[in-house]
Antibody
Framework: EVQLVESGGGLVQPGGSLRLSCAAS????????MSWVRQAPGKGLEWVAN????????YYVDSVKGRFTISRDNAKNSLYLQMDSLRAEDTAVYYC??????????????WGQGTLVTVSS | DIQMTQSPSTLSASVGDRVTITCRAS??????LAWYQQKPGKAPKLLIY???SLESGVPSRFSGSGSGTEFTLTISSLQPDDFATYYC????????FGQGTKVEIK
């Protein structure tokens, strides 16, 4: 069974940093593009970033470019999101998401349970 | 950036109703469109990909159609478990979601 388990969320002050982790199991993690998707409280879904299987390509939504960094460790079956210079508008549940099939495109058949990031003083 | 617009934002319906949700893209995305269902406090669930392909395990009352800039999600006979929020997502240029359509009990 595919499992994605996020961790690392919490309360952080504006301008602060946080690192999210996603532990993957039940599938060949190193063969799949992986992504982060977020959802602000009471709002819709927003794609944040994705990363190629070997980490050689990374893409970001404009609002986080230069502040967030996506990375992965295939040996540990783990995905990460380093979030710096956090703003109040980054407050959201952050989901780790995996593409449905190898190189199928950035739509997601696999989702974690989400981890809440709150940016507030 | 490609913008996705869903309509309506909220839909009131009864069990057994046929329900249609529309999603429009600001430019052509061919058939690179997915649909998700989300219930409160839960992660989204993939329903449809490539505009009309049903994800494994999803009931056949769900169907998708369209190409280019206009797409629809149809629920042929609404069931109690279907009251939720639905999102479209374009993945022609990875990626943007629509703002969501909440299907509520009439």
């Amino acid at each position: 069974e595919v499992q994605l388990v996020e961790s690392g969320g919490g309360l952080v002050q504006p301008g602060g940093s946080l690192r999210l982790s996603c532990a993957a199991s039940g599938f060949s993690f190193s063969n799949y593009w992986m992504s982060w998707v977020r959802q602000a409280p009471g709002k819709g879904l927003e794609w944040v970033a994705n990363i190629k299987q070997d980490g050689s390509e990374k893409y970001y939504v404009d609002s986080v470019k230069g502040r967030f960094t996506i990375s992965r460790d295939n040996a540990k079956n783990s995905l990460y999101l380093q979030m710096d210079s956090l703003r109040a508008e980054d407050t959201a549940v952050y989901y780790c998401a995996g593409e449905s099939a190898i190189n199928s495109g950035c739509y997601y058949g696999y989702w974690g349970q989400g981890t809440l990031v709150t940016v507030s003083s | 950036d490609i913008q996705m617009t869903q309509s309506p934002s909220t839909l009131s319906a009864s069990v057994g109703d046929r329900v249609t949700i529309t999603c429009r893209a600001s430019q052509s995305i061919s058939s690179w469109l997915a649909w998700y269902q989300q219930k409160p406090g839960k992660a989204p669930k993939l329903l449809i990909y490539r505009a009309s392909s049903l994800e494994s395990g999803v009931p056949s009352r769900f169907s998708g159609s369209g190409s280019g800039t206009e797409f629809t999600l149809t629920i042929s006979s609404l069931q109690p478990d279907d009251f939720a929020t639905y999102y479209c997502q374009q993945y022609n240029s990875c990626s943007t979601f629509g703002q969501g359509t909440k299907v509520e009990i009439k």
